[in-house]
């Protein structure tokens, strides 16, 4: 089984819809948890950062961290063609030393 | 800050030739990271270091090389290419007091044939 499973899409919306993201996981000790928007032939960037369990909000993106399901989600509202990218999610652990576990990314498309 | 860069951006390499990929950041990180993004297979960690002096292997280091001499350089070693080093190179760093967050390069793409 792997870390993190991540379905990797494509995924594609008209403009101004949500989009909804997700992730799960199988290990426990995971308490750190980001979302990277990776742009065609560009690197990673961070997008959100959660730690434990909970929301976070920031403008149009909301990540949800549900640790007794082991499932972690990234919200967009009002999705716009700009959005169009590869979300990866990652996350990490106390005991995971220095590795981060990524998804294999989704793929989405906002359509105008 | 130009935050981390990557050189080069695209390379082609012969079977068995050797290269180097060079990795930079100003942002005084202590940790930084080599990935390898292949299709459909997500973020593999290559080698890492917490500072200058200091690295460890992550999950798929055979064939790789790294040396950490200063805290702004972390260059990747190719020692003898493969048809399987094929992929998408990635060189991210961290501040020590946020280690939960990664700052990425532009990456390096690199074709062996």
């Known amino acids: 089984q792997k870390e993190v499973e991540q379905d990797p899409g494509p995924l594609s919306v008209p403009e101004g819809a949500i989009v909804s993201l997700n992730c799960t996981y199988s290990?426990?000790?995971?308490?750190?948890f980001m979302w990277y928007r990776q742009y065609s032939r560009k690197g990673p960037e961070l997008l959100m950062y959660?730690?434990?369990?909970g929301n976070k909000e920031d403008g149009r993106f909301t990540a949800q961290v549900d640790k007794s399901s082991k499932y972690i989600s990234l919200f967009i509202r009002d999705s716009q063609p700009s959005d169009s990218a590869t979300y990866l999610c990652?996350?990490?652990?106390?005991?995971?030393?220095?590795?981060?576990?990524f998804g294999t990314g989704t793929s989405l498309t906002v359509i105008p | 800050n130009a935050g981390v860069t990557q050189t080069p951006k695209f390379r082609i390499l012969k079977i068995g030739q050797s290269m180097t990929l060079q990795c930079t950041q100003d942002?005084?990180?202590?940790?930084m990271y080599w990935y390898r993004q292949d299709p459909g297979m997500g973020l593999k960690l290559i080698y890492y270091?917490?500072?200058?002096?200091?690295?460890d292997k992550g999950e798929v280091p055979n064939g790789y090389n790294v040396s950490r001499s200063t805290t702004e350089d972390f260059p990747l070693r190719l020692e003898l290419a493969a048809p399987s080093q094929t992929s998408v190179y990635f060189c991210?760093?961290?501040?020590?007091?946020?280690?939960?967050?990664?700052?990425f390069g532009p990456g390096t793409r690199l074709l062996v044939l």
């Open positions: 991210a760093s961290t501040r020590l007091a946020n280690r939960e967050t990664q700052y």
């Open positions: 290990n426990s000790a995971f308490q750190y």
């Open positions: 959660t730690y434990s369990s």
């Open positions: 990652a996350m990490k652990g106390p005991n995971t030393g220095n590795q981060f576990y």
């Open positions: 942002m005084n990180h202590n940790y």
């Open positions: 270091s917490v500072g200058a002096g200091i690295t």
